[in-house]
């Protein structure tokens, strides 16, 4: 018998580019992922990703960050989580969100926060990923999707990707094949969350490894 899952209600929070909000929207609209982006956030009022929101018809907001550079707090940070609580997303996903968010926002939406990293965590959590593998001479990295904790990039790991850094790689070629896998996983997971088949209780110590 098959069981019919409701739309998932999902709200996004980016930065800057959006190709994984992108991502998302291409699996809801090739029917590929039972979804409804309901709403995204943006600390950046230039990002592109709000521009694809407008195309799309998707309902987006600037929402100004605060005065921190690095971290969601205080007044700002309130803002956000009304502005979330209001649409009643079943999961919110930060997709390239660039900031640090704080145990008051966890907690507003405990067990329903995903996070898209490129690196193979644990290794690598923060920024500049890419070089930091090339540097350490590794020959595989990739990329990880994550329920979010009070630790950065230290949450439950629901699924990793891995892919070979081959002889010549630059941090910008490694980038961007890292991209298309996370591309490819953030919907896998957003199903696997939203349908309630993995929760951030029942996640198994090591993440499911993407077979592309
Ligand atoms: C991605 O590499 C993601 O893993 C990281 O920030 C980047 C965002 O890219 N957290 P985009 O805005 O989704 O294109």
């Not at 992108?22 to 995204?40: C, E, F, M, P, W």
């Not at 309130?78 to 649409?87: F, M, S, T």
């Not at 590794?138 to 329920?147: N, Q, R």
């Not at 850094?165 to 094949?177: R, Y």
Request: with cysteine.
């Amino acid at each position: 018998m098959s069981v019919l899952h409701p739309t998932i209600q999902l709200a996004v929070l980016v930065s800057g580019r959006g190709s994984n909000l992108g991502a998302i929207q291409k699996a809801i609209d090739a029917g590929d992922l039972n979804a409804r982006i309901v709403l995204v956030l943006s600390d950046n009022p230039e990002a592109e990703a709000l521009q694809f929101c407008r195309e799309k018809g998707i309902p987006a907001s600037y929402i100004h960050p605060g005065l921190f550079k690095t971290k969601l707090e205080g007044d700002a940070e309130l803002q956000y989580i009304e502005a979330i609580q209001k649409v009643h997303p079943d999961l919110i996903v930060l997709a390239g969100f660039m900031r640090v968010i704080k145990p008051r926002f966890i907690l507003s939406f405990a067990g329903k926060i995903i996070n898209i990293h490129p690196s193979l965590l644990p290794k690598y959590p923060g920024l500049h990923t890419h070089r930091r593998a090339l540097e350490a001479g590794d020959t595989v990295t990739g990329c990880t999707v994550h329920f979010v904790n009070e630790v950065i990039d230290g949450g439950r790991r629901i699924m990793q990707a891995r892919v070979p850094v081959e002889p010549g790689d630059t941090e910008q070629s490694l980038a961007a094949k890292v991209l298309k896998y996370e591309h490819r996983i953030l919907p896998e997971v957003i199903r696997l969350v939203g349908s309630g088949a993995v929760t951030e209780r029942n996640c198994p110590t090591e993440p499911l490894l993407f077979q592309g």
